[in-house]
């Protein structure tokens, strides 16, 4: 089966930098996903990782290492508006091929 | 462009009686995901469907759900009979290719659930 590992809540202020960790065990592996929800709307796609590495996409950013079953996602000069939750999500390469969820960390922004 | 439609957007019903939740997917996505979500169990995924065939249906909680993909432009997950531990936020998905790793799948806006 597999199991994902993430922060419940994390906490930043206006303008800072925040990093999200996810640490996943799975059977076999194809890539590592990110979602944000906001409260009561739906999960929108940010990011997805196959390779070892950064991927930059404006303030967001997301990072993984396949040795370390490791990831992160990396919010940089936050809004109030990032106040979401936020989901890595992994596809593994065998027959069940579609995504299993973290339980979500909840980012809260203060001014 | 329409995104993913999922009604009705809300349903309150009582304990027993049959619910049946609908979606469209995006035009020329071919894979189709309902998940569910609670505060207690997270975002699980119930079913997925590969070009209108069920693919893995692992997920479904019990034999009182049921899903259907008549064609491409349609689903639906039913619940009969209905039980107040099925009070979840419903989500429907669809992506281009479930196979394709770097696919993001998009979410429709859900159906709030609750059985009395």
């Known amino acids: 089966g597999q199991s994902l590992e993430q922060p419940s809540e994390v906490t930043a202020v206006e303008g800072a930098i925040v990093q999200i960790n996810c640490t996943y065990q799975?059977?076999?592996?194809?890539?590592l996903s990110w979602y944000q929800q906001h409260d009561g709307g739906a999960p929108t796609f940010l990011s997805y990782?196959?390779?070892?590495g950064l991927e930059e996409t404006g303030r967001f950013s997301s990072f993984l290492s396949r040795s370390d079953s490791y990831g992160y996602l990396l919010l940089q000069e936050l809004q109030m508006k990032d106040s979401a939750s936020y989901f890595c999500?992994?596809?593994?390469?065998?027959?069940?091929?579609?995504?299993?969820f973290g339980s979500g960390t909840r980012l809260q922004v203060q001014p | 462009d329409a995104g993913v439609i999922q009604s009705p957007r809300h349903e309150v019903t009582e304990m027993g009686q049959e619910v049946t939740l609908r979606c469209k997917p995006i035009?020329?996505?071919?894979?189709l995901f309902w998940y569910r979500q609670t505060m207690m169990r997270g975002l699980e995924l119930l079913i997925y469907?590969?070009?209108?065939?069920?693919?893995?249906d692992s997920g479904m909680p019990e034999d009182r759900f049921s899903a259907k993909m008549p064609n491409a432009s349609f689903s639906t997950l039913k619940i009969q009979p209905s039980e107040p531990r099925d009070s979840a936020v419903y989500f429907c998905?669809?992506?281009?290719?479930?196979?394709?790793?770097?696919?993001?799948?998009?979410f429709g806006d859900g159906t709030r659930l609750s059985i009395l």
């Open positions: 998905a669809s992506s281009l290719k479930a196979g394709d790793s770097n696919q993001p799948q998009h």
């Open positions: 799975t059977s076999g592996f194809y890539g």
């Open positions: 990782n196959a390779l070892d």
């Open positions: 999500a992994v596809k593994v390469d065998t027959g069940r091929r579609a995504l299993t």
């Open positions: 035009s020329g996505h071919n894979s």
């Open positions: 469907f590969n070009n209108n065939v069920p693919i893995d």
